[in-house]
Each structure stands twice: as C-alpha cells, then as structure tokens.
C-alpha cells in the first residue's frame, strides 16, 4: 500500500489538470503558465495569460528573467505533444519548480476553459465532475 500510496502521490507532484489551474489562476496562486510550443502555435491560441517559452529555446539566459519562488505550469498542444515535457525537463533543470499540464491545450477547452490568440474561442465552462 505505501508503494501505491508514493505512486500518487508522486504523479500529483508532477502533473496537473486544467481544472486545478483554472482555479489557481482565478485564486491568485503564485503560478506561471508556460507555453512551449512555437511563437506561431502560440499566436494562434493560447491559455489566457500563458507565457510563450519555446523549449527549444530555454537556457539560463532566457529565464534570467523568471521569478524562480513561482510554480511553473508547463503545456503543449495536448497528449500527442511532448513539448511541454521538454519544457518542464529544461526548466527543472535550471532549477525552478515546475508541474506538466495534463492533456495540455486541448484538454484545457475540452473543459471549457476560454483561449486567447488568433484562433481564441470563448469558454463554456463546464462544471467538473472531479
């Protein structure tokens, strides 16, 4: 059971879901969402407020920058994207704590959550059933 018990624990420590960041957003929590697709995925549609930080182009001098007492929500396109691994991979790296955005943007309308871009659609928000 405590290894059952660890495994949960552990996977909460590292992933999220768009439900609990939404609400974190709306809370104020000292959290920074972090887009690491392209600046041309990004533009097109984004979660509201996301920063865009290619993971290809993370390095020490382009987080010089970043607040490292944040959380650092990482995402991509969704489950058949790996960037936003990437991007926490780098991040954690340079030493800021970071979590992966489960099922990334797609999963974040798929709860209804609104976007914001060139393609941005509003939001329905959906009641979660969690």
Not at 51 to 68: C, K, M, Q, S, Y
Not at 101 to 127: F, N, P, Q, V, Y
Request: glycine residues 10%; hydrophobic residues 35%; contains cysteine.
């Amino acid at each position: 059971m405590n290894h059952q018990m660890n495994h949960y624990k552990q996977k909460l420590a590292f992933e999220t879901d768009a439900w609990d960041v939404k609400e974190a957003l709306d809370r104020g929590d000292p959290i920074v969402v972090v887009d690491g697709r392209s600046a041309d995925a990004y533009a097109r549609e984004r979660i509201p407020g996301a920063v865009n930080l290619p993971h290809r182009a993370i390095g020490p001098e382009t987080t010089a920058a970043l607040d490292r007492s944040k959380l650092y929500i990482c995402y991509c396109d969704g489950i058949g994207c790996n960037a936003s691994t990437k991007t926490a991979l780098k991040l954690l790296t340079l030493g800021f704590e970071v979590r992966e955005l489960m099922g990334g943007l797609d999963w974040w309308k798929r709860d209804g959550h609104a976007t914001e871009g060139d393609e941005a659609r509003a939001g329905t928000e959906i009641a979660c059933g969690c």
